[in-house]
Each structure stands twice: as C-alpha cells, then as structure tokens.
C-alpha cells in the first residue's frame, strides 16, 4: 500500500514536471517572438477568419455583399504580406502607423458595410488594443481606445438614426472598449516599468571607495531605491569574523549610520542561505527585531505605519547582511525577486569594498616600511650626525652659547627620537595595532612642549578610547602644526586641546591664546586642512582673534565595519 502511494506520486510529479516544462518551452516561444510578427499573425488570422464567416453566412445588408468581399479580400491580402515581409520602418517614425491606420480604416468601413452596429465585424475591432500596446505600452493603448471611440460614434450615428436604434449595443461596446484599453494599458505600463528596472540593474553604479563610508554607501543606496522605488531602506551588515555591526537607513535622500548594541539579531536572522527574500510577516518581524538591536532607529521609525516590507539577505567572503526594503513601487509578487537582486548586489559591492581596502592597507604598509628603512637610512643618521657634531662644538663655546647649543642638540635629539619610534614602529607593523589615544598623544604633547617652549593642556574623552597606531600618528601630527602655526604665527604660549570621541567621529578642538588671524586669507591654515581631507575629515575655524580655535573631526578608521 505504501508503495504504491509512493509510486503514484512519482508519477504524478514526473507529469507536473512534464507539464510545466512544456509550459516553460512555449512561454520562451512566445518571449523570444517577435512582437511586430505575433500582431501580424494576429492580423492575417482575423482576416481570414472573417472571410470564412462572409462566405458560410453572408451578411445584411445584401446590396453590400460585393463591396464587402472586395475589401475584406484586399485586407487578407494586405495582412499576408505583413507576414511575409516585415514591416522595416522605424518605430518612432510616422510610418510605422500605417498598418495600424489602415487596420482601423479597413474594420470600420466593413463594419458600416455589415449591419453597423451589429455588424460581426465590429467584433473584430478591439484587436487594435492589444496590438498598439504591445507596440508603444500604454500610450498605444490610450490612442487605441480613442481610436476605436472615434469609430464607434462614426458607425452607430446612423444606425441610431434609421429608426431601429441599437443604443444597448453602442453603450455597452463603448463600456467594453474602455475597459479593455484600461487592462492593456497596464500590461503595457507594467512591461515598460519592469523593463526600466531592468536596466537600472544593468546601469549599476561601481563608486569610488573612500575614506568617508557614507558618501560610497549613500550613491548605491540611491540607485537601489530608483531601482526598486522606495523611499526608505535599512541595510545591516557585519563581518563573519566580528560580532559587531553596522546599520544604514536610506531616508530622505540621505544615509544615516548606526551601531547595533548586541548580537542577538544575527543569532535569530542568519541570512543564511543567502538567497532567501521574503516579505509580509516574516519581513516586519525581522524588522521589527533589527530595530531592537538598535535602539535609536526604532524611536525614528515606526514600524506600526509600515505598509509593506520585504528583505532578502546576502552573504559572502567576508561580510553577511540584510537588506529591507520599505513601501516599495513594486508589485507584492515582485518585490522579493527586485529585492533579492538588489541585495545580492549590494553584498558584491560590500565584499569589493573589503577587498579594496585590504589591499590598499597591503599597499599603504608596504609604502610606509620603504619610508621607514629611507628615514632610516637617511636623515636618522644625518640626525646622528648633527648631534654629535654640536655636543663637540658645544664644549669649545662660552657657557652662555653653550647653553643655548645644548637646547639645540636636545631639540634634534628628540626629533631623532621620534623619527626611531616611527622607523621602529612601522618595521614590526605597529602601526596596525590599537592603542590607547591618551598616551600616545599626550607623550607627544611632552615633547612639543620642550621643543616650542608653549605649555599644551591635553584632555581626550573618554581616556581608553583606543585608534589605529598610523592614526594617532596622524593626530599627533596634526596637534604638531597646530603648535608650530601657534607659535610661530600667533606667538602662542598656551594651547588647549581636547580630543572627543562622538559616535563613529573623533572632534578635536584646538584653541590657542595667540593674537589670532587678522585677515581672510589666513582663515584656513593649508598644511592642516589638506591632512584633514585626505583622512575624509571635515575642517572648521571656530574663533579667529583673541587667539585661533580649529574644530577637526575625522572618522575613526574601521567604523564602517
């Protein structure tokens, strides 16, 4: 008994099977056909149908039987030759027209040949709904039913006048062609819309990776919503190997960056297989647990006045992540398969961003290394040698140039100091490492303060806030030309610097105690605004006299996951 269920559905699977590939094969057919071919098939078919059915029962009135044969024999003729020569003229051209004007002409008088209104052959009419949308979409279908309403009116006045009014007929044909043109002229919008998405997909932007995430993430952000027709998207993506992850929100034209405080969204919703898409219920529940795990969305967003969600995750090499897609112009039964695209697209782009950084950071250490063994090798021991030279010359001196020498010789001293740390550093790839900002910039801070003789107050909030070692070098470097313009410039002895850490940004302000900038021109000191820009900071003066206040903020290197 058991076998025998077990071998009829077999059977029974194996016939589906048969049956959807025979459906599949003649949908290809159809798709792979030429359209301007299928209306002319269509047209040739209509004829000759037609005049089959004047030659079985002729039709009323017979004084026009004649007439009516001759120029149904004409259209047969005319539909023939559409067949079996193409019709070459350009789509956009007047010409193109031509078979369809004499489509309308050639039904309409054959109808007022025939019984008018009641004529068989006004059945015959709405062919040209479908053929005009299939060639120009909607707008063929909107010409096609003004078309066939001209016609109408034109072939039932008389018929309304001869005493026998056939106002039922005229009415509910005209109600019949409207609502027929309505239906074809959404098939036709609908083709032109999804062929139009089709060709966002292809038209995919590949933006240049930078150091500032939002600009990169905020154009394919962009298209993805041209291309699915959504104002509102959230994207949440990690690495395989980190907990942590990054939330995008795509609203009102611009991305917005966040940070999930837990994990537990990605042990409840693993994008795994990666081609999973879905929508309704099970999209606005992952939604809904998304926003939980970042707790300052889910105040901007309410998710109660939703109208329709659907997700699709990716997964790839290095990253995994979610995309949902919020009130989009899709069709419900379509919106998961533009998603699911959309998405997978978006995961390529995640994983050429990895892979491009990785690279440029194997670049970028490489460069570093080679700097290192040519300071070495360079001015380290041209440092050397200047400091053993003034230590000699220092003894054959009064005391009081002696002094003024010594200051000298502990000023390149210190700078050969700093030029073995940077050499050793970038040697054993220290550079790479974390390490508390507070320390690295504050036994900086020391030695500037010998060399300019300018006391520096350095506070950094909060103290364990940890960076990349190359990039508390690249702060370090900042405060250093902050200084020297300071005292050089504005004759500072004090400076004040407080280095900030907000959300994924660290905010330096530097405030010195100088006599400030007195002119336009020197509102933006060059050497610091154009370090700032190639980290992707943004670079501010905040006060201009009595003494120089710079606001810096720079994004922390990593913090686009």
Not at 259 to 286: C, E, K, V
Not at 417 to 435: A, K, M, N, S
Request: with cysteine.
């Amino acid at each position: 008994m058991r076998r025998n269920w077990l071998q009829t559905r077999i059977e029974s699977s194996v016939a589906g099977l048969g049956v959807f590939g025979l459906q599949r094969r003649l949908q290809d057919r159809l798709l792979l056909a030429d359209p301007d071919w299928i209306i002319s098939v269509g047209r040739l078919a209509v004829a000759l149908l037609a005049m089959l059915a004047i030659y079985l029962d002729p039709t009323q009135p017979a004084q026009f039987l004649w007439q009516s044969q001759i120029v149904l024999g004409f259209y047969c003729a005319f539909a023939l030759l559409l067949v079996m020569f193409r019709w070459t003229a350009n789509s956009q051209s007047l010409w193109h027209v031509v078979p369809y004007a004499i489509d309308a002409l050639v039904l309409g008088w054959l109808a007022m040949l025939t019984s008018e209104l009641t004529s068989p052959f006004a059945s015959f009419l709405p062919f040209l709904l479908p053929a005009m949308t299939l060639r120009w979409g909607a707008m063929g279908a909107l010409v096609g039913v003004i078309v066939l309403e001209i016609e109408l009116v034109i072939v039932g006045v008389p018929d309304l006048e001869d005493g026998n009014p056939e106002l039922n007929i005229f009415i509910v044909r005209s109600a019949c062609y409207l609502v027929i043109a309505l239906m074809v002229a959404y098939l036709g919008a609908y083709r032109q819309r999804t062929r139009q998405r089709l060709t966002e997909l292809a038209d995919w932007p590949s933006p240049a990776i930078t150091n500032a995430g939002e600009v990169w993430l905020e154009q394919l952000l962009r298209h993805a919503a041209t291309v699915l027709g959504s104002s509102l998207m959230v994207v949440a993506w990690r690495d395989h190997d980190e907990q942590r992850s990054t939330v995008a929100v795509w609203r009102n034209q611009s991305v917005h960056l966040v940070r999930m405080t837990d994990d537990i969204f990605w042990q409840r919703h693993d994008p795994q297989p990666f081609d999973y898409h879905g929508s309704g219920n099970d999209a606005r529940r992952g939604l809904r647990a998304l926003l939980a795990g970042a707790p300052t969305l889910s105040q901007e967003l309410d998710v109660a006045r939703i109208k329709t969600v659907s997700r699709a995750g990716f997964s790839g090499v290095r990253c995994l992540g979610w995309l949902f897609v919020i009130d989009s112009t899709c069709r419900p039964e379509e919106s998961g398969e533009f998603t699911e695209v959309v998405a997978r697209r978006l995961g390529s782009e995640f994983e050429r961003m990895a892979l491009i950084r990785e690279h440029s950071d194997a670049a970028l250490s490489q460069e570093r290394e080679r700097l290192a063994r040519d300071l070495h090798d360079s001015v380290l021991q041209d440092l050397a040698a200047a400091n053993l030279t003034l230590r000699s010359v220092q003894a054959q001196l009064p005391e009081a140039l002696s002094n003024r020498l010594a200051q000298i010789a502990a000023i390149v001293a210190g700078q050969q100091r700093r030029i073995r740390h940077f050499v050793e550093d970038h040697r054993f790839g220290d550079q790479l490492l974390d390490t508390v900002l507070d320390r690295a910039m504050r036994r900086h801070s020391e030695e500037l303060v010998d060399q300019w003789d300018c006391r520096i107050e350095l506070n950094v909030a909060p103290d364990d806030v940890q960076v990349p070692g190359w990039f508390a070098g690249q702060l370090n470097q900042i405060v250093s030309e902050a200084t020297a313009n300071a005292v050089r410039h504005g004759h500072a002895t004090h400076l004040s610097v407080d280095v900030t850490r907000s959300r994924e940004q660290l905010v330096l302000d530097i405030v010195d105690n100088g006599c400030g900038l007195k002119t336009a021109e020197q509102k933006r000191p060059t050497s610091l605004f154009m370090r700032t820009e190639s980290l992707g900071g943004s670079f501010t003066v905040t006060r201009t006299e009595p003494g120089l206040g710079l606001r810096i903020a720079l994004p922390i290197p990593g913090d686009m996951g």
